[in-house]
């Protein structure tokens, strides 16, 4: 009885233990109701929405005198087809944009969970012309990306613990990301735990002011495939504990993978869709882990398309055209701005969600075989939008490009936060049906646990 209880014992420590790794590996941030962020989701009623930030964007811009050019602001990195990523490992929101003929500066923002304020995360980079409208950051294409529209293909991969940027309008040259002899470079990988109101993001000296200290934040991974950058769509999966990136561009589908943050030659790339089905113009995408299955949507077409990637063959798949008929909670759904949508997937309640800037959300789910095009259906779930923070409203921030990439999907605080107020930069969060925010994660250890347990006992058994 003895050794039951000591076991037991172990085994209670074992978990403690397990339990307390798998919170710190979320890093700082940690969901609960006493936190800040806690305090204003618990007391929202589901399917409507709270407003989340405590200052405004516009309070921590970069000064004047520190942006490398007049023309242009800070405010459009949210504004010109601009997206942002949800650092999961800190509770945080990143923003990098801006570029071709808006703003010239790749400083990084973020809004905070954790403190529900706005914060520079750094400093923008002076920059240089090379040729015609190619510019780079000054310190060069390996020190520091040069801005850019990035319209749906910002990410965050958590098990690197970077930002990722793929661009897509650069400065200027409303490209991807180029060297000074035109050849395609990036992606870029950003380290939040570089963040430096003060500092610059490349290197010492790179600041308009050349006495700013560099942060160098950046890496120049310097291996992407020549894909389409305009009107991107992105998705980030983990598989196999790897961070994986399905970015859709032009008639391609890629897939690429982190397989070691310290050799980017080790980044693989492999296509795995093609545009069969002709669709044009900007969008958003999501995943579903559920179906294998990557969705954007076409504003040009005015229509979602499909990739159904489970494939025994291992062929490179071929697009579905959507277009729902089956619309519920409305007489109908405009689809002539469906690409000014934000779009990501719900893996609480399996379902893809969208919003498109204003006070309504839509979702989105396929019938018992995707495949089948008359099986998807559309449905409004916003019933109310009374609260005392009302509701985000197209008609009060102006000038608007599209949602785009500003959606994302939390599965610790189990909400979704979309920005587009390109000054105030209010944080939008709307709390779905049947809210299950969690703290860790606690499948991962539950496994660890029971895998402890098996050989803790295995081993008691052996020596007995």
């Given amino acids: 009885m003895k050794k039951i209880i000591k076991s037991l014992s172990i085994v209670s420590s074992l978990f403690i233990l397990i339990f307390n790794i798998s919170s ?15 305090q204003k ?39 010109a087809w601009g997206s942002m990523a949800w650092d999961s490992n800190r509770g945080d929101l990143v923003f990098f944009g801006g570029g071709h003929a808006n703003y010239a500066g790749n400083d990084i923002y973020r809004w905070r969970a954790s403190t529900l304020k706005w914060e520079r995360a750094s400093l923008p980079s002076a920059v240089k012309r090379i040729s015609g409208g190619l510019y780079t950051a000054i310190d060069g294409v390996d020190s520091a990306p ?20 793929f661009g897509g309008a650069a400065y200027q040259t409303g490209g991807g990301f180029q060297r000074p002899d035109g050849a395609a470079t990036g992606p870029y990988f950003w380290d939040p735990s570089k963040a430096d109101a003060n ?66 030659s080790s980044d693989s790339y492999e296509i795995v869709g093609r545009a069969l089905q002709t669709f044009s113009g900007k969008g958003a995408g ?9 969705v954007r949507t076409s504003g040009g077409t005015q229509d979602f398309n499909v990739w159904l990637l489970d494939n025994s063959t291992g062929q490179i798949v ?10 519920q909670g409305s007489d109908s759904f405009d689809f002539t701005k469906l690409g000014d949508y934000g779009m990501d997937f719900d893996p609480v309640r399996d379902r893809f969600v969208l919003w498109g800037g204003g ?23 916003t019933d109310s939008f009374g609260n005392e923070d009302g509701f985000p409203s197209l008609a009060e921030i102006g000038a608007f490009t ?33 809210w299950q925010p969690s703290s860790v994660p606690l499948p991962g250890a539950v496994y660890l646990f029971i895998s402890g347990f098996f050989l803790l006992f295995t081993r008691k058994s052996k020596l007995s």
């Fill in 24 to 38: 710190v590996r979320s890093a700082d941030f940690v969901y609960s109701n006493s936190s800040l962020v806690g």
């Fill in 41 to 79: 989701l618990l007391v929202a009623s589901e399917n409507q929405w709270v407003r989340l930030n405590a200052n405004k964007y516009s309070e921590v811009w970069t000064p004047n005198s520190l942006r490398p050019t007049t023309e242009g602001s800070p405010a459009s990195i949210i504004l």
């Fill in 146 to 165: 040069i801005s850019s529209h990035t319209y749906d293909s910002n990410e965050f991969f958590p098990v690197a613990d970077r930002f990722v940027t």
């Fill in 199 to 264: 500092k610059v993001g490349g290197t010492t000296g790179s600041q308009v002011d050349q006495t700013v200290v560099g942060g160098n934040m950046w890496q120049n991974r310097d291996n992407r495939e020549p894909i389409q950058t305009t009107n991107t769509a992105s998705a980030y999966a983990n598989e196999n504990g790897k961070d994986v990136l399905y970015i859709q561009g032009g008639n391609t589908l890629l897939k690429y993978t982190v397989n070691d943050l310290t050799d980017s």
């Fill in 286 to 294: 999501a995943y579903s882990p559920f179906e294998n299955m990557f």
């Fill in 318 to 327: 071929n697009n579905i055209n959507i277009k729902p008929n089956d619309i």
């Fill in 359 to 381: 006070a309504d959300i839509w979702s989105l789910t396929p019938g018992d075989d995707p495949a089948d095009v008359t099986g998807w259906q559309m449905n409004l779930l």
């Fill in 402 to 434: 599209g949602v785009l990439g500003k959606w994302k999907y939390s599965k610790e605080l189990d909400v979704f936060l979309g920005v587009v107020d390109p000054v105030n930069g209010d944080v939008w969060a709307f709390k779905p049906n049947d």
